[in-house]
């Protein structure tokens, strides 16, 4: 049986942060009944489909689908259980930010089947958390952490974000000795992307924040890998840290180009050799389930060229890189036959690293991905 | 009989500074005539071409014949011939007006006297043509009719006690226009039985007809059927068709001494039918041919190269089929490290090489990239050699040059007094030495200056004209060639020279130059992996550098599933974009880079 990963997005939010431009929104939360009830209409709509499938991760991630109550993560997660084959080793994530934890909501996750929790932290400034709009402190956090911890998560990731209005190079180092202290198993550290349409664009733009410069910014990050990698911790993504083990298995997905369904507003799939996305339209999404049709709205259909592209530039983000054996079992010749040049070109460039098994971005190649994976597009 | 009909013959131009009103006045001049109904009338009827409409000038010149029942009851045929109005294409307007034997000067009554007023006055006297002032635009508020008059006597020291006063937007008094004409311009002359004796003044290329030559006959009589010669080529043809120019045109049997209409001869390239060159009979050749004509001489020289993507031959077709009809539009083919295979290409000046760049881009839809505009420079050898340049890259070491000259030009700038000092300063930057000034009234003066022809092309229209708010106009004529300490400019990418960029600038100007150009690449240049000096050099000497700061980030810190497909069009675009970079050494350089650094935008 082929393994299959299932996304699930839950949009709902106590308010909207300043830098977020996801499918989510605040003041929603009486439609949450009907949009539980689309989801699992969605769902079954999968079950022929998934018949010869084994679900090995599942990923519900929003919005905040801890704003929500406990009893629909587990009217969903049981719906799963019940209708689809699952691995006996599925992992179950869930994001969760730290101020909409508690005690009982944590007991019914576990009952529900959740072994891995994702904290949108941030960062541990309390001022900078004010200015970028986030619900929380960092008391909550320590707050939900020993909660967690109490309940017996031990499979916890905690998001950082790192070049933020006002974060100086040492708050930014602060904030990751401070996780690696707690014994965290698993650090997104990710510098913040300035995404049109969101207030700290405006900001922005209107010169009312000010960010490090390259230089620094670069500065950081490398900073925080060394100190991550002399911490035992596994960089095996651009963005991720974990203790050997502990690697999220469903973001591993995306990065392997294996198949996903995405369920819920805005949620991405890539099923049989297909991509598609749904409507960002709530009252859309739920309409369109509760006549029985799909709310796809984009699709497009990837050729073996495509598939072998995507397979390269994702896979570079892994640090490991792409596996060349993997490369030639999964498409039957050597990844040097079409793309042996252009290796070549970013090896003297000091981007690309080769060893005997290995093809990967070197540390200056990590910085400079895009460079290289735009090579690796058809022409 | 055919006397008084010589007698009843009026010849004329319209002579105008931009924007005066000449097009308008020939549309009511046409219109009154009854050529044509207002309804079947296109605006400015006789600027053809799209792109001449829409900036409102014109280039190629037309004969139209006009009847006209005048006030005294005679019947008298009109013969408006239309000139270009641009320092340009001074050459054709010479030889328009020559056709003629009288001139209408129109003068606006709110500007007065005008830089072309004045160059296109000064053609007509030459020509010793009969000058009526008209004055137009009275319908404006700001009109100033009779100080506009007291001016035209005072600088031009014509009369103007009859001049009509009109609009020819509103088509006020335009009957006094063509009263004026009866009664002012003289009749031609020329006997019909001498030998012929024609002037081409205008010519173009018919698909059908091969090329249109427009005539003027002084003496004798063109029929179809003859054997023609033209005097500067010696070239013979069978006239097939004569005719006139009404609101279509109409054949006719002959043109006679004094009459202007066109012929057609199965000529097949414009060059073969040359402005100002003088038609006669092959078998009764006239002893001396009509004064004035000239092969015209560019004076402007750019390279025009195919762009990325863009088909070198398609643009060898195109330039072969714009000069069919562009006698003056010279090129021939050469190469650039940089740019690969093109053309050098020359040009009457800036306008007429905007023209040509924009017909290139409309009517033929090719994308070409143009390198900067320059002047044929003079070298003089330490072996005597004596060599004529355009192309920068053509330039010999230094060593081998005993010295070099270059072309300068006489300009005349009208200016409100109070941009006099800012107009001063701007001359003397771009190195022109005064010669004198004079009051044209109590607020507008005439400032001559004589200035290299390359500082002329290089923005100095645009610096006129903004620091004037665009009050200001300007004339010039090439004046002669004059030593001069020049050097080549060299642009290095990377340590690389980029001949497209080469320029050949006075020494006093080549830092500022340089700089300009370095700073400019700096923008428009994306940032590499590696840091990327630009200098500006003459010879070893690196005099300017500036440098485009390595890339230190380019990667997208997520990637999830719902991220992946926005990702991937983002890379295709990358992908997109670097098709359109031109490789130089290790560094890519958009087709962008060429068109900001090199492009004269005259437009701005």
Redesign the interface.
């Known amino acids: 049986m082929e393994d299959i990963s299932i996304y699930i997005h839950i949009p709902f939010c106590t308010s909207k942060c300043h830098y977020c431009d996801f499918a989510s929104f605040p003041g929603k939360f009486h439609l949450v009944e009907d949009y539980i009830k689309s989801l699992i209409i969605e769902l079954d709509s999968y079950k022929d489909r998934l018949k010869n499938y084994k679900v090995r991760t599942i990923f519900i991630g929003g919005g905040t689908p801890s704003a929500i109550d406990g009893k629909y993560i587990y009217r969903i997660l049981e719906h799963i259980q019940k209708n689809f084959n699952i691995h006996r080793q599925m992992e179950v994530s869930l994001e969760a930010n730290p101020k909409t934890l508690d005690g009982e909501k944590l007991k019914i996750y576990r009952e529900a089947g959740i072994n891995r929790i994702s904290l949108g932290l941030q960062t541990l400034n309390d001022g900078i958390l004010k200015k970028l709009g986030r619900s929380h402190d960092k008391k909550d956090f320590f707050h939900s952490y020993d909660l967690l911890e109490a309940v017996g998560f031990e499979n916890i990731n905690v998001d950082l974000i790192f070049n933020l209005p006002d974060q100086t190079l040492e708050d930014g180092i602060k904030d990751v000795t401070s996780l690696v202290q707690l014994g965290i198993k698993h650090i997104s550290y990710y510098s913040l992307i300035i995404e049109p349409n969101t207030p700290i664009y405006n900001w922005y733009h209107d010169g009312k924040i000010k960010l490090l410069d390259e230089d620094d910014e670069r500065r950081l990050y490398h900073q925080v890998r060394a100190y991550l990698r002399e911490k035992g911790y596994n960089h095996y993504e651009i963005s991720n840290f974990a203790y050997n083990g502990y690697e999220c298995k469903h973001n591993l997905v995306y990065w392997k180009v294996k198949p996903y369904i995405g369920l819920g507003l805005a949620s991405h799939s890539y099923f049989n050799n297909r991509r598609f996305s749904n409507t960002t339209d709530l009252k859309e999404y739920i309409q369109t389930l509760s006549s029985n049709s799909l709310p796809i709205v984009e699709e497009e259909y990837i050729d073996k060229k495509l598939e072998i592209a995507e397979y390269c530039i994702l896979g570079l983000r892994l640090i490991r890189g792409i596996d060349k054996r993997e490369f030639t079992d999964r498409f039957k010749f050597n990844i040097k036959d079409i793309y042996g040049e252009i290796i070549e070109k970013h090896k003297k460039n000091g981007l690309v690293v080769e060893d005997e098994r290995t093809l990967r971005l070197s540390d200056k190649g990590l910085d400079l991905a895009n460079l290289v994976e735009v090579d690796f597009l058809p022409d | 009989m055919q006397n008084r009909k010589r007698e009843n013959i009026r010849n004329f131009s319209i002579i105008a500074h931009i924007d005066h009103g000449k097009s308008t006045l020939a549309d009511r001049l046409i219109e009154k005539t009854g050529m044509l109904s207002s309804r079947e009338m296109q605006s400015q009827v006789l600027d053809n071409m799209e792109l001449e409409r829409e900036r409102g000038i014109t280039i190629k010149l037309k004969a139209v014949q006009l009847n006209y029942k005048a006030q005294d009851g005679e019947d008298y045929i009109l013969n408006l011939i239309d000139t270009p109005g641009h320092v340009d294409f001074n050459y054709e307007v010479s030889r328009s007006l020559a056709a003629c034997e009288g001139a209408i000067l129109v003068v606006d009554a709110s500007q007065g006297i005008e830089a072309q007023t004045l160059a296109n006055v000064y053609l007509a006297l030459d020509q010793d043509l009969e000058i009526l002032p008209v004055i137009n635009k009275i319908d404006l508020p700001s009109a100033r009719p009779d100080e506009i008059k007291e001016e035209i006597e005072d600088v031009i020291g014509i009369d103007c006690q009859d001049a009509p006063l009109i609009s020819a937007k509103e088509g006020l008094n335009i009957e006094d226009v063509l009263e004026a004409i009866v009664k002012k311009v003289p009749p031609p002359g020329g006997d019909p039985d001498a030998p012929l004796k024609a002037l081409i003044f205008d010519s173009y290329y018919d698909t059908y007809k091969g090329v249109v030559c427009y005539v003027r006959v002084f003496e004798g009589t063109i029929k179809p059927g003859m054997k023609i010669k033209m005097m500067a080529t010696d070239k013979e043809f069978e006239v097939v068709e004569v005719g006139v120019s009404t609101s279509k045109n109409i054949l006719v049997d002959k043109l006679e001494a004094g009459d202007v209409g066109f012929i057609t001869a199965s000529i097949k390239n414009v060059k073969e039918a040359r402005v100002g060159d003088t038609i006669t009979d092959a078998h009764n050749p006239t002893a001396e041919p009509l004064p004035g004509y000239k092969e015209v001489v560019p004076m402007v020289y750019c390279g025009i190269y195919p762009a990325e993507g863009e088909d070198f031959n398609s643009v060898r077709e195109a330039l072969e089929k714009l000069q069919v009809n562009d006698a003056a539009l010279v090129f021939e083919p050469e190469t650039s490290a940089a740019l690969g295979f093109g053309f050098r290409c020359g040009f009457l000046g800036l306008l007429h090489m905007e023209i040509i760049q924009e017909r290139l881009d409309r009517e033929f839809n090719l994308n070409v990239i143009t390198t900067a505009p320059s002047v044929i420079y003079r070298i003089k050898k330490s072996n005597g050699e004596v060599l004529e340049i355009q192309n920068p890259t053509n330039m010999p070491p230094a060593t081998e040059i005993e010295y070099m000259e270059e072309p300068i030009v006489d300009a005349s700038i009208m200016t409100p007094t109070e941009y006099v000092g800012a107009i001063m300063e701007l001359c003397q930057n771009k190195r022109g030495k005064f010669i004198n000034m004079e009051y044209l009234e109590e607020t507008r003066v005439v400032m001559h200056y004589e200035l290299p022809l390359n500082e002329v092309i290089y923005d100095f229209f645009d610096a006129l004209k903004s620091r004037t708010r665009g009050y200001a106009s300007l004339d010039y004529d090439l004046k002669g060639y004059v030593k001069s300490d020049l050097v080549k400019l060299d642009i290095l990418i990377n340590g690389q020279l980029v001949d497209a960029f080469s320029l050949i600038v006075h020494r006093d100007k080549a830092y500022e130059r340089g700089r300009s150009i370095a700073e400019k690449l700096v923008d428009v240049i994306p940032r590499h ?1 590696f840091a990327i000096p630009i200098q500006a050099a003459i010879g070893s000497k690196i005099i300017a550098r500036e440098t485009i700061k390595a ?12 991220d ?2 926005r ?2 069009k983002l ?2 675009k ?2 997109e974009g ?1 098709k359109r970079m031109r490789q130089i050494g290790s560094v890519e350089v958009p087709q962008e880079a060429f068109l900001t650094v090199l492009k004269y935008d005259e437009s701005k």
């Open positions: 992996q890339l230190r980030k380019d990667v997208l810190a997520k990637c999830y599933g719902g992946i497909s990702k991937r890379l295709e990358q992908k670097k």
